[in-house]
């Protein structure tokens, strides 16, 4: 079902989408309306420009509706509220029925099937990748797809273990962190505090084995940015999530890959138990994706080209749930810990749509092959038709 | 093995106790479904140093379960019976090690899309046990006492947001004197029914002196050495490879109180071993003096079940940024107040959520306090709820009103 408002404002929007989500259509004016422009022809024979680009940025600890669209969250979300939600079609329910760990849950994502690895372990993805299809079937270089990550375990994420896709054929993975790690090698580092911040839920333990990650000379070569420039800039930054979106921003200056997956992590500092660190997270999130969404909007590679997608991997434990601690963890697979929304924005995307139907997380490599035109045959999910 | 070649004999490891809590109820285990048994296991191991209430639940749960008919047995294990066990869960010796049995078998449940169904079966499994042996309120009504924000002067944060709907919004609380007045209360709570475990002071910083053998206290800066250790304990482990997050959550779990330069001697074991427990199994509680003064209300309402909670909160450390991380060169801690305070005030909730999931809840008690401030909000039978009072009043005046 699909429902258009255009016309409320932006806080109309979002006291639609706070209120519960099931009540959510009767919330909307405007409902024959709705079932009109759904008849309408497919979006994709709307604008389909050429050298099409995908940005892809999902929350990697996600944030629940209380402290994003309901209304007392609403404060954490200025950018994504004001600026964003109004020029796009926004999903309120996006379910993973998934294993709720970061790390086989973004690899969920970008395979669009529910993988079952362990999620601390060092290992590809069962199924292939979004990187992999794209590349594969629109013959395109190593250079046009890339993976901006924390470093926990990703660097495993850009190319699957199938054996009609894997090595060779996936995405660059760069780790912020890790390099960064790496640039300071000799200099010593803040002991336990680096460990939590490197990986909340489980100090430390980034896996050892290689990956098609990068090394800090690569980066040296591929973003033409020198380690002691790298690590002078790190040195200005609040946060992980700021080094990763510094390094994507250099890879649009650099490469402008035609598909670019950047996984932000802050909000998963919401495992140490500090709420206000959490919300810091999420304030941190709300203004990155307003920054890439404004890069992309002054890159000429990329204006007006460019269709981006914004996900949380998945929520956090409701309140209500005795096997959890509120938004601490993520243990309980409860609805709220499995229910999560989607923002796409971009050339040709409806502006100040709200989806209100249940969608899957595996749904998101369809809707970019529909739009790419790519063939994800071992994906589980479905195409969105709404924006693909 | 399956559970139908249990003995009594196997369970010679598990401490005196437990040992003879196992022995007894060999004849039921054999019984029960191998997703279950290892749970039950987890508890029935633990049991030599278990809070009352706990020994209480853990009793009767033993109890209901021998006191069924072979069918009804059956149909209130039906949904663990249902769940695929992998044959390397089914020959793991869970017997000895049922934490990390437990562990692994989430971790399968999770990869094989079975753990909503185990979920429904240990919803269903609660509903009926609960049905038969329903939880006992606490001898006296329950009062739960939350203090934050010592540090903050001045504050524009909104507090109480989630709370203010159950209760009333005192606007003008005289602060003078007003942790101690708080903390007499408590005193005079535990000294007039003086029960084991039933009274609880936790504190973020230093605890108040106080002299109450009733009152069970716990404080993030009486465990400075414990939480020392057992971070270099953590750091060591993993610098040597100890094989994963997973290993290293074995690991912790198996931590003694002896280890970490606390006593295990009798009269101290029990409440030693659960505050290893919050360091341990708590995530953040070893960084943050809020994440452990949240947790530790979590578990001691979760497990001792009190009569009388105290949790005050102290400013935590501010998170080291990122230019620090690059220096190298680890700064002093500075404290992080106004963080804190919406930490805590988070954390007020959650203690409140906590305490309304114990028997008795409709008639118990909450107040939670800005330290030093004239905030206030109270929860209580007698008060209603979502409303506001600009009436001036102390904090004895406040308890009197819900308690």
Redesign the interface.
Known sequence: MLNYLKGLTPHQIAQAVSRDRRDFLRAVTGAGAATALFSLAPLKALASPRGRKVVVVTFGGGARDEETFMPEGQENIPHLLSELIPKATFFTQVINRGILGHYVATASLATGVYETFNNFAAVPPDNPTVFEYFRKDLKRPASDAWVVAPSNGFNRIGESGNRSYGEGLGAGVILPKRLLTAALSSGGRVEYQHLLRDNYETPLYTPELAGNEIDLEQLAEILKLSVSDFTAHARSLASPDELSVYVARQLMRQLAPSLLWITLHDIDIAHSGAYSLYIEGIQRSDRLCAEIWDAIQIAPEYAGRTTMFILPDFGRDSDSDSGGNGFQHHRTGDPLSRTTWMMVLGPGVRENVVVDRAVESTDLVPTLGALMGFSPRLSQGKPLMEVA | MLPSELSAEQFRAYPPEARQLATDHVALFRELPVSFLPILLHEVIAYDWKFPAERKDLDNQLAYLTALPAGELQRAMAGFAKVRLSPELEHFDWVNAPEAFSDRLS?YL????Q??AF?AAAVDYLRRYTEVSPPQPPPMVRLGIVVLGQGVAQNSYPLF?KLRPQGVYFKQVKPDNGFNILLEAVLARAAAHPIPYAHWYIDGGAEQAVSCPALSRVSYDALASVRASL?SK??KA?QSGIG???A??TMLTRVRPEELGLSSAPGEAVLNRFQVSVLTE????Q??S??FV??TA?EAL?RAQPATLLARFAP?QR????????????SNITL?P??????A???A??TW?NQQ?LAGAEQSSFLVWFEDHSEALAIAPSLPRGTESSSAIDLGGLLAQIT
């Open positions: 971790a999770w990869a094989t899309h753990i909503d979920h947001r971070l953590m750091e993993i994963g997050p997973e290293l959550r708590g995530s953040g509680t960084i943050f809020t994440s949240q947790w979590r979760r935590r998170q080291r940024p990122m230019n620090e991380l690059i220096s190298g060169k680890p992080d106004q963080g804190s305070l919406l930490d005030d988070m954390g909730y959650l959520v999931r």
